[in-house]
């Protein structure tokens, strides 16, 4: 059937128009490939076990089925690769991630919050030096040496650094190993050693804590407390066994160390030590 111009000019603009209306209907859906996130998604973790879902908004989201699956998927990545670092063997929490790019899809964290148990409480019992509450949220957790990301540090390594000695004596008592390092290489003695907590120190190292273990750069507790100016630190460490001999990989010693930031009481401590050893 041949058409006059007319009809089919008409039958032209018809197939446009119905060609532009799906278009601009598949277009206004959120790509399979690429997030406009970021996108909150709610998890638990049970064993090694992953299960996540879209909260909050993200879930009234009208997603495309693939890129729903593709979040979560990612979230589930995410998850079962910073939960085993936690020490927790079952938790809740939630974070926030955006997906960019194709499969393989590049994720972008903004945020990783585990909920429960809770580790925040369990730090901030520790800044109180609330024994009893310590306690009990220990035995929640079921691990003394649960660790807060991002830096991934565990209790004992925050009483050592913030001086709470009550809260350092309840968690070794209840195992906290105090050479677990944080994701700087940093351990609670090396926390210590840098806030210049003799009592601290001592109580680190008859719980087996490493005198010269290297930490953050290379540095020992020893090297750590000198360049502060330390000198109570520094005597605990010597009276422990600490080798002021040490040296950093670019050849620093805890004495030239004392020597470049001016700390002479310190200087003067390790010249004395030295010629013991």
């Given at each position: 059937m041949i058409l006059d111009p007319w009809k089919r000019a008409v039958l032209c603009t018809l197939v446009a128009l119905v060609m532009a209306a799906a278009w601009l209907h598949w277009s206004d859906r959120p790509s399979p490939t690429v997030g406009n996130g970021p996108y909150t998604v709610e998890f638990v973790w049970d064993h090694g076990s992953t299960t996540a879902r879209l909260a909050g908004r993200s879930a009234k989201l009208h997603l495309d089925s693939s890129l729903r699956d593709l979040i979560l998927k990612e979230a589930e990545k995410v998850v079962a690769d910073q939960l085993p670092m936690t020490g927790f063997s079952r938790?809740?929490?939630?974070?926030e991630l955006t997906v960019l790019g194709p499969t393989p899809a590049f994720v972008e964290i903004h945020k990783f919050q585990v909920t429960q148990p809770d580790i925040l409480q369990i730090m901030a019992a520790v800044e109180r030096e609330d024994i009893r509450e310590l306690r009990r949220l220990i035995s929640l957790s079921q691990?003394?040496?649960?660790?807060?990301?991002?830096?991934?540090?565990?209790?004992?390594?925050?009483?050592?650094?913030?001086?709470?000695?009550?809260?350092?004596?309840?968690?070794?008592?209840?195992?906290?190993?105090?050479?677990?390092?944080?994701?700087?290489?940093?351990?609670?003695?090396?926390?210590?050693?840098?806030?210049?907590n003799a009592k601290t120190i001592q109580q680190l190292v008859h719980a087996g804590a490493g005198v010269n273990s290297p930490g953050p750069a290379g540095l020992t507790p020893m090297m750590l407390a000198a360049e502060k100016g330390h000198v109570e630190a520094v005597r605990a460490l010597l009276a422990a066994g600490a080798d002021p001999n040490l040296r950093t990989p670019s050849g620093e010693t805890a004495l030239t160390l004392a020597q470049k930031n001016g700390q002479e009481r310190v200087v003067k401590l390790l010249r004395e030590a030295r010629s013991l050893w």
């Open positions: 938790a809740e929490g939630y974070l691990n003394v040496n649960v660790k807060q990301p991002p830096a991934w540090r565990t209790p004992l390594y925050t009483a050592a650094a913030g001086n709470h000695p009550k809260s350092v004596e309840v968690l070794v008592e209840l195992g906290a190993d105090p050479n677990i390092a944080d994701i700087n290489g940093s351990t609670a003695l090396s926390a210590a050693s840098m806030s210049g």
